[in-house]
């Protein structure tokens, strides 16, 4: 593992378990407060399926203003703006990384916790070419109404929502919320249901979510 830099984002790197070129690539985005170390051993379980996969797990734009140690991806606080405002640091990041790796966005997945989540969602669905897959973490859809506006010829990433039942920071009710939103707009959507726990991601949470990637993203 090492530390890499693309566009304005700097954060672990781990280079594919297989060696050589990467055939796809996969962004952690960590949640409020934390910092891309806090997903970047994902990578490890996922590599297993995943050999030829890259592995970036930027850390947020700005300080978090709670924990200045963490980082943060907008103001918890703006939910309504807060998204537009960390977009274009992704968005830069996603650019740079795919062609300094020679990669297509089709061989692109997202993968984001918490207010990661969000923003999974938020550019990956607003991403065109769309990326292979986007998977969420305990988040939530946010403006939503951008989706409307974004009149696009091409589909919609398929999207995979994992949500414990006893989340106490993002409601597990608004997975069901999110779900609805991307079913009406004909967006693939599947959802895990973590019983018992948490904010926070579980084996089995994890198991969905490679088994999901595995129908979607070149390994």
Not at 22 to 46: F, Q
Not at 91 to 105: F, K, M, Q, T
Not at 173 to 189: H, K, N, Y
Request: some cysteine; charged content about 15%; glycine content about 10%.
């Amino acid at each position: 593992m090492d530390t890499r830099n693309f566009g304005d984002l700097t954060g672990p790197f781990i280079a594919p378990a297989r060696g050589g070129i990467a055939s796809s690539l996969i962004v952690l985005l960590h949640g409020w407060g934390a910092d891309g170390n806090d997903l970047i051993n994902l990578a490890y379980p996922i590599s297993v399926r995943f050999p030829g996969a890259a592995f970036f797990a930027p850390n947020g734009p700005t300080p978090c203003k709670v924990n200045p140690a963490g980082r943060e991806w907008f103001d918890i606080e703006d939910r309504e703006n807060g998204p537009i405002v960390g977009a274009p640091f992704i968005d830069n990041a996603l650019a740079d990384a795919l062609d300094i790796l020679n990669l297509s966005p089709s061989a692109l997945a997202l993968v984001g916790f918490s207010q990661g989540g969000m923003m999974s969602l938020h550019c990956g669905l607003l991403h065109s070419p769309p990326p292979a897959a986007i998977i969420s973490f305990s988040g939530t859809l946010l403006l939503h109404e951008d989706l409307d506006k974004n009149k696009r010829d091409t589909a919609f990433a398929p999207v995979l929502l994992v949500h414990g039942t006893e989340d106490e920071v993002v409601p597990f009710q608004l997975q069901a919320a999110s779900r609805d939103i991307l079913a009406t707009l004909s967006i693939e959507v599947e959802t895990m249901q973590c019983a018992g726990l948490g904010h926070g991601i579980d084996p089995d949470g994890l198991s969905a979510a490679i088994e999901f990637l595995a129908k979607h993203l070149p390994a």
